[in-house]
């Protein structure tokens, strides 16, 4: 299993380090100014519920095309170059829907921001496995925390803005402008493509093609965490109205009880990794998101439908991440990998929604999160895909240290 070991880490790989936290950190705040603006953005073109939804689900279908298409050039080209082309253009994107004033032209540049959305999504993660190859222990989870911590900016931007009564169009470009200067200023630290190829050659993970078979259990257990996922995102306000009569600022406040949640159980999730190892780590947190679901679908008022959320939020927390870095173990060929598993992230998102919509329409909204408890409570099954294969950091950036992270 994992065990504390300390490792002496350069200052290029601290570098690489910060510069991949940017990128977790703008790709969080560049995500939740669009989407806490949906609303705003469905007066402004005057959207019916269908053409919102038809929206929504176009970003995340093309999202899996762009995770694909930049795994075979990270590949080639190394991912640092994807990640920061993808980045700025993400950014650049979500300024020009600002300032679009035609329902075709939201169409297509919502398709256009889904595609490079999947290629950040993807090669962000790529270098992070990168750096927690150099460290030579758990540090992935850390990262997925600074995507929470820019996620929660870029709501706090939104609310900040309605209250200051700030126009629509410069609401959305602001945050992007911020985000845009940081990645200008710290992306080109990140590992170059010898650099990050560097990594998997020094731990002698297998070169080559990766088969599907090590795979497919990561790409299972990431399509069930986003079941579980799109059914809080998409629905837990619904929950709150409709089956407890909430109303007012407590309607949304189950999904921020959930995302708060998520990171504050981030925080220290790579030192649960390192001292039990992923496997277990991840077994456990299935369980108490399946428990979580379960006290939402009974819970008979508001607070312990709060409680069950937030417990959905803590142990779905460490699947995303531990997925990566699973996929990153895999060998020399892990942009592959890590592409393959992530364009799951949007199945399980798509399934998760359309479930949980069926069964709220034909049924009730209670009923309609039985799938999701049952679906999250499966990734324990799947948590042997995600144990130890290789172990010890690198030199791009760390000095060799005892190579004591192997899982029974």
């Not at 150099?134 to 900040?160: C, D, E, I, K």
């Not at 200051?164 to 940081?182: K, N, R």
């Amino acid at each position: 299993m994992f065990m504390e070991v300390t490792v002496a880490v350069s200052a290029r790989a601290r570098q690489a380090r910060v510069a991949t936290w940017a990128a977790f950190g703008v790709q969080g705040l560049c995500f939740a100014t669009l989407i806490t603006h949906v609303v705003d953005l469905q007066h402004k073109f005057k959207l019916s519920d269908g053409d919102l939804t038809l929206v929504l689900l176009l970003v995340p279908v093309i999202a899996g095309v762009g995770s694909g298409v930049a795994g075979v050039l990270a590949a080639r080209y190394g991912s640092s170059v994807v990640l920061r082309v993808s980045q700025a253009v993400v950014c650049a994107l979500v300024i020009l829907i600002a300032f679009n004033a035609g329902l075709a032209g939201l169409y297509v540049l919502s398709a256009v921001f889904g595609l490079f959305l999947g290629a950040v999504d993807a090669t962000m993660n790529m270098q992070a496995v990168a750096v927690e190859r150099t460290y030579g222990m758990s540090v992935l989870t850390g990262f997925h925390a600074v995507w929470s911590v820019g996620s929660m900016l870029g709501a706090a931007f939104n609310s900040v803005f309605a209250w200051a009564g700030l126009d629509l169009a410069w609401s959305l470009t602001i945050p992007m402008l911020l985000g845009a200067a940081i990645s200008v200023v710290l992306l080109p630290r990140l590992y170059p493509r010898d650099d990050e190829r560097a990594t998997a050659r020094a731990l002698q993970v297998p070169a080559g093609r990766i088969p599907w078979g090590p795979i497919i259990p990561l790409c299972l257990a990431m399509a069930f965490l986003y079941v579980g996922d799109a059914s809080v995102s998409n629905y837990s306000t619904v929950f709150m109205e409709q089956a407890l009569d909430a109303s007012g600022w407590l309607v949304p406040f189950a999904y921020v009880i959930y995302q708060a949640a998520m990171l504050v159980a981030r925080v220290p999730g790579d030192f649960a990794v390192r001292r039990y190892g992923p496997a277990p780590v991840v077994r456990v947190g299935a369980f108490i998101a399946a428990a979580g679901t379960v006290l939402v679908i009974v819970s008979p008022g508001v607070l312990s439908a709060l409680i069950g959320f937030a417990l959905i939020g803590l142990g779905l927390s460490i699947v995303a991440p531990q997925s990566f870095s699973a996929a990153g173990r895999l060998g020399a060929g892990a942009e592959t990998a890590i592409a393959r598993v992530n364009m799951f992230n949007y199945v399980g998102y798509l399934v998760g929604a359309l479930i949980v919509g069926v069964a709220n329409d034909a049924i009730d909204i209670r009923t309609a999160f039985i799938a999701p408890a049952v679906i999250v409570a499966l990734i324990a099954l799947l948590a042997r895909g995600f144990q130890m294969r290789t172990a010890g950091p690198t030199d791009t950036g760390a000095a060799p240290a005892s190579p004591a992270h192997t899982e029974p």
